[in-house]
């Protein structure tokens, strides 16, 4: 497994008070927060610094990962043979790295405590045909899965979604069940993924209005002839109400996004 | 390949009780009544026991409890900080 440098990664030098990684952690929390950051990969930043964190906040698990020694971060490691931590059960089940589980794991999967699992977040990106229509989606997740010890371990697996039709951008869509397992034989977490467009060629979605720029000479609004705008979309023409009547006159006028159908959520598997 | 999962979408046309909001969100009635006191969702229905909270106030919900465990601001605080959310977006995409 390679090797993390907890310290590079919360940005201070390894005398660091706790006050210094606390201040650090705070900074970088609110830089990378899925909630808050448009950073492009702030979700693995985040879950990084979180995991850096909560190692270098605990005394004892300092102490124990200060005694592996410094090493380069991803440079290839393992862990001293009489390696043992026993850490207090059930404290956290998030996602971790490798690293983590081989020297800090065995929490929570058997814990003996019940408890739902964590949500999963993620983002997906739909083309507007697919998000107008609604589509089928491959999803790859990171999960922690028990291996036969009963040790979390992170493992990708695919899951098929069925994305609902009249999705609109920055909507969030729920998978029921698919986040990451539940503590004690509690329910698992769910799976949320939020909607991301991409920008289309010719249309733009704003909410459930679909919109289609069309460029009109200045001077002859008169002569915009009624175009072959696509019936699924209604169309807007700046700077010309003119046109813009007889482009609603051609028959896309209602032919926005359809009103989203919730999928009742009932069949699910794996592949 | 296996049968798709179906996915739910999040907005008004689903609704969650106040148990069920609690449960999926991992939150407390409490913290719930006290965001809700807050103004940042609006259930429908008068007693909290009456209250549905639609998809949307999930996912705020979801997001102010991230937001004050990974954070932790206090809940005036997440609600400012999700209302000016809100508004870069919607800049961000160009809206007036």
């Excluded at chain 1, 009109?216 to 072959?228: D, E, N």
């Excluded at chain 2, 949307?56 to 400012?80: E, I, S």
Aim: with cysteine; glycine share 10%; charged share 30%.
């Amino acid at each position: 497994m390679e090797y993390k440098d907890y310290y590079q990664v919360m940005g201070v030098g390894r005398d660091a008070s706790a006050e210094d990684i606390k201040r650090a952690y705070r900074r970088l929390a609110r830089k990378y927060h899925p909630d808050v950051s448009k950073e492009p990969n702030a979700e693995a930043r985040f879950k990084e610094v979180g995991e850096a964190y909560e190692v270098l906040r605990d005394p004892e698990k300092r102490a124990a990962y200060d005694g592996l020694g410094a090493h380069r971060q991803g440079e290839e490691f393992r862990p001293p043979p009489d390696w043992r931590f026993d850490a207090a059960a059930g404290t956290d089940t998030g996602a971790h790295s490798d690293f983590f589980e081989q020297l800090f794991g065995g929490l929570g999967l058997r814990g003996g405590f019940r408890g739902r699992g964590f949500d999963t977040a993620g983002q997906i990106e739909l083309t507007l045909e697919e998000a107008y229509a609604g589509t089928e989606r491959r999803v790859a997740l990171e999960r922690l899965v028990a291996d036969e010890h009963g040790r979390p371990r992170p493992t990708t697996q695919q899951l098929n979604v069925r994305i609902p039709a009249g999705v609109v951008d920055g909507q969030q869509i729920r998978v029921a069940a698919q986040g990451q397992p539940g503590v004690g034989g509690g329910p698992a977490g769910d799976l949320l993924l939020a909607v991301r467009l991409l920008p289309h060629r010719w249309f733009r979605a704003e909410g459930r209005d679909v919109y289609l720029d069309l460029p009109v000479t200045r001077g002859r609004p008169r002569s915009a002839r009624p175009c072959a705008c696509r019936r699924s979309a209604a169309a807007s023409i700046s700077r010309s109400p003119r046109a813009r009547r007889r482009i609603d006159a051609c028959g896309s006028r209602g032919a926005g996004y359809p009103e989203a159908r919730p999928a009742i959520n009932s069949a699910c598997s794996r592949s | 390949m296996t049968d798709p999962i179906s996915a739910v979408l999040l907005d008004d046309s689903v609704d969650f009780s106040l148990t069920e909001l609690c449960a999926l969100c991992r939150v407390s009635e409490e913290l719930v009544v006290e965001i809700v006191a807050e103004g940042i969702v609006e259930p429908s229905g008068t007693e909290p026991r009456q209250w549905r909270f639609s998809g949307v106030a999930l996912a705020r919900v979801r997001r102010v409890a991230r937001l004050q465990q990974d954070l932790g601001v206090n809940l005036p605080g997440a609600a400012l900080a999700l209302d000016l959310l809100d508004e870069l977006e919607r800049l961000r995409r160009g809206g007036r």
